[in-house]
């Protein structure tokens, strides 16, 4: 007899916020190669703008909205929308960093032809001419799209596909700095090889994961887990795999060492894009699958993450008291904010979910401001990040100085901030989840971070200028209006955080 295959079940309407920013991609590709070089860069921004807005209204409209789609491939539910709809803004912003020209007599912060030796005399006329790079555009929209369908996944093949899509684009970008081109080579091959490293851990642990349950579906796993004469070696050892992709992208200890290489080297837009967006989409694929997935597991996945998360904030608590550069601090400041995370995550109930999405909101924001402050202390060779040469920046421009501050005060988790609400969200549910002791660790290690955030902004008030000090350039609007953007979340999310987190705890489920 003829065997019958049914056709998909396709939804396009629920998925909207995904084909928007795809199409605005594929539309940037096209700009690339019809539109003309003079008015090519303007036409990019404005095709990234339109893109990413109309996704932002195509979440809220369809906010509410519970549903599976693409033969079950994709969930729409809560959780997905509000990170979408906070990658959307946060893309944009950083679509904004990426387009500042003003900072630099040269082009901005990305080199017009990435295949130049670097230390060449091509290399040297690159760094100061005003060619600009608009490639950049369509890699950065197919890597937030790839984000958002991360967000979204349902089935682990899918979640693979999508792990691959947001990635390229960021490898390729972390080589493409105007300047330290040697450094910034060397981040995009170090990121290019543990990520395909840690790729083809995430596909091995789908391969585990489908022999344990002949299904790569989550529900269908999530079913497969309560059955009895099942090889659970297959099951613990596929999801060992899977997290091992996911906490590489997340930046989690043992699986940070690229965090702080990547983020110093590679250009200081790119860095604040992966450093808020990557993170955001990375913890909403590990909540789904440990949420969806594993729910009926916890007992048993539940000790390796505390480990983790304990290891995670520890030693990026420890490691970032003792670097000498603004980068590397905020990037092992991220290890750190990566196990206080993850205390929301381990809760595993709907407080603790809601937790979760509430300090990935405040700390996409704050960081992402935090690194567009970065770009404006520059000297002769560009951006200076050494921390001596931060001494004294309150005398010389005490509004970029303080606006650092307040960021650095936020990311420390003092009251009134936005900071300060994320981490109070996330330890709260921690406590209620019977994680107690990780709480009591994740405190401690928030005032070792206070120490280093404390020690940068006594640097920059309480010091004397060197004389040969860097500048503080003035901005455009790009970057003026990310760094206000930036500063009136964290403001409003410290002062008045309840809408947000009502908004959080009624997105706090998952659709099965």
Known sequence: ??????????????????????????????????????????????????????????????????????????????????LQGTLAVLGLAAILLLSERSLDSSGGAVVARAAVLPGSREDAVLAEATEVQTEIYPLALFSLGGMMLFTACNNLLLMFVALEVLSLPLYLMAGLARRRRLLSQEAAVKYFLLGAFASAFFMYGVALLYGYAGSVDLGDIFAATGTAGT????????LAMLAVGLLFKVGAVPFQAWTPDVYQGS???????????????????????????????????RPMMWGIAILTMVVGAVLAVTQTDVKRMLAYSSVAHTGFILVGVIALSPQGLSGTLFYLLAYGFTTLASFAVVTLVRDSSGEATHLSQWAGLGRKSPLVAGTFAFFLAALAGIPLTSGFMAKFAVFAAGVDGGATALVIVGVVASAVTAFFYARVVVLMFFSEPPLDGPTVAVPSGFTAGTIALGLAVSVLLGVLPQPVLDLADNAAQFIY
Do not use: H
């Open 267 to 301: 250009p200081t837009p790119v860095t604040a894009l992966m450093a808020a967006c990557t993170k955001i989409a990375a913890f909403g694929a590990l909540l789904r699958v440990l949420y969806v997935g594993f729910g009926r597991t916890e007992w048993d996945w």
């Open 1 to 82: 007899m003829p065997v019958e295959i049914q056709s998909p079940a396709l939804a396009y309407a629920p998925v909207a916020p995904l084909l928007l920013v795809f199409a605005a991609a594929l539309i940037s590709v096209l700009v690339e190669a019809f539109v003309p070089a003079s008015s090519r860069r303007v036409v990019q921004i404005w095709v990234c703008a339109v893109g990413l807005v109309l996704a932002l209204a195509a979440v809220i409209l369809l906010a509410g909205t519970e549903e599976l789609t693409f033969s079950g491939a994709i969930a729409v539910d809560g959780p997905a929308l509000f």
């Open 231 to 238: 090889n659970d070696a297959l099951l613990f050892v596929g």
